[in-house]
């Protein structure tokens, strides 16, 4: 039988003290400057500089970045609650959320399980029984984690790479919140002049656009929420008569609905105007819709 330490209150309250420090610098971070999302103007946590584009039905959280949740109605059966800590979907947060069948919340998976009362009860990736609760954990405090994941986080009770910028090294000096790993960059404001714009996902500075003043030749406008430059972001920016509507994408192009095409090419397909998509567009006695022409 392993034995368990007795001094995890301790080490547990010295985990959460930095947890919550590195919540709050994050936060710090993200709300510097905020374009109203609780993102700070260059964050790349939820998109490109500050923007919100997380994939899906993902939520963005100021403090976390994308994630499955933001609240529990988010949430749906049989993960109907969030886990505002890791912004995650789970059965229970706590035991008054399970059934007497299966009483205890394990924090690691956020699921209802029979209770442990002793170390063995537990499985070998979850070894230390929190007999108070019932509920085998991963670790309680940062002696009991090693590396490459020396830190206990206290919101899953199991080991990661970082709790606080100060758990990272010179080469990733950041700590990523909603995975708890180190990276090189949260916000563009963590990047040089090379390479001014923090990714998303890979938080990695790359080259992009901030603003028109870094794009210039057949594509002057900085697509901010992309960091790149294009030819378009407003119809307006589109000069060719022929190409006067600006696509989703920044280009310029001839449509984007058939309402756009005059009435001898009437249908918009792939964002040109043409006689038909279909045999159906075209005059009675045609024969076929070829490359957006009707011939026969």
């Given at each position: 039988m392993r034995r368990t330490?007795?001094?995890?209150?301790?080490?547990?309250?010295?985990?959460?003290?930095?947890?919550?420090?590195?919540?709050?610098?994050?936060?710090?971070?993200?709300c510097s400057g905020s374009n109203g999302n609780g993102l700070g103007a260059g964050s790349a946590l939820c998109g490109f500089s500050g923007s919100t584009e997380c994939p899906g039905t993902e939520q963005c959280s100021p403090s976390l970045g994308c994630v499955a949740c933001v609240s529990s109605t988010n949430c749906?059966?049989?993960n109907?609650?969030?886990?505002?800590?890791?912004?995650?979907?789970g059965a229970c947060a706590t035991n008054a959320d399970c059934p007497m069948a299966k009483p205890a919340c394990w924090p690691g998976d956020a699921q209802c399980h029979s209770p442990c009362t002793t170390d063995s009860d537990c499985p070998n990736a979850l070894p230390i029984c929190q007999t108070a609760v019932g509920a085998c954990v991963g670790c309680t405090m940062d002696s009991q984690c090693s590396m490459p994941?020396?830190?206990?986080?206290?919101?899953?009770?199991?080991?990661?790479?970082?709790?606080?910028?100060?758990?990272?090294?010179?080469?990733?000096?950041?700590?990523?919140?909603?995975?708890?790993?180190?990276?090189?960059?949260?916000?563009?404001?963590?990047?040089g002049?090379?390479?001014?714009?923090?990714?998303?996902?890979?938080?990695?500075?790359?080259?992009?656009?901030?603003?028109?003043?870094?794009?210039?030749?057949?594509?002057?406008?900085?697509?901010?929420?992309?960091?790149?430059?294009?030819?378009?972001a407003l119809n307006t920016d589109c000069t060719s008569p022929s190409s006067s509507f600006c696509d989703p994408d920044g280009a310029c192009v001839?449509?984007?609905?058939?309402?756009?095409?005059?009435?001898?090419?009437?249908?918009?397909?792939?964002?040109?105007?043409?006689?038909?998509?279909?045999?159906?567009?075209?005059p009675s006695g045609a024969l076929f819709c070829l490359n957006g022409t009707c011939g026969g």
């Open positions: 330490n007795g001094t995890r209150g301790e080490g547990r309250g010295a985990g959460l003290f930095g947890a919550a420090l590195a919540v709050m610098a994050v936060t710090a971070i993200a749906a059966q049989p109907p609650i969030c886990i505002t800590a890791t912004g995650a979907c994941t020396p830190v206990c986080n206290p919101a899953t009770e199991a080991c990661v790479e970082c709790g606080a910028n100060a758990d990272c090294p010179m080469t990733a000096p950041l700590c990523e919140p909603a995975t708890s790993t180190c990276v090189a960059c949260l916000s563009n404001a963590d990047c002049m090379a390479k001014p714009i923090c990714e998303p996902g890979r938080f990695v500075c790359v080259e992009g656009c901030t603003s028109d003043a870094q794009c210039s030749g057949s594509t002057p406008v900085c697509n901010v929420a992309k960091a790149g430059c294009v030819e378009c001839a449509c984007l609905a058939d309402s756009d095409c005059p009435t001898a090419t009437p249908i918009c397909s792939k964002e040109a105007c043409v006689q038909c998509a279909t045999v159906a567009d075209c």
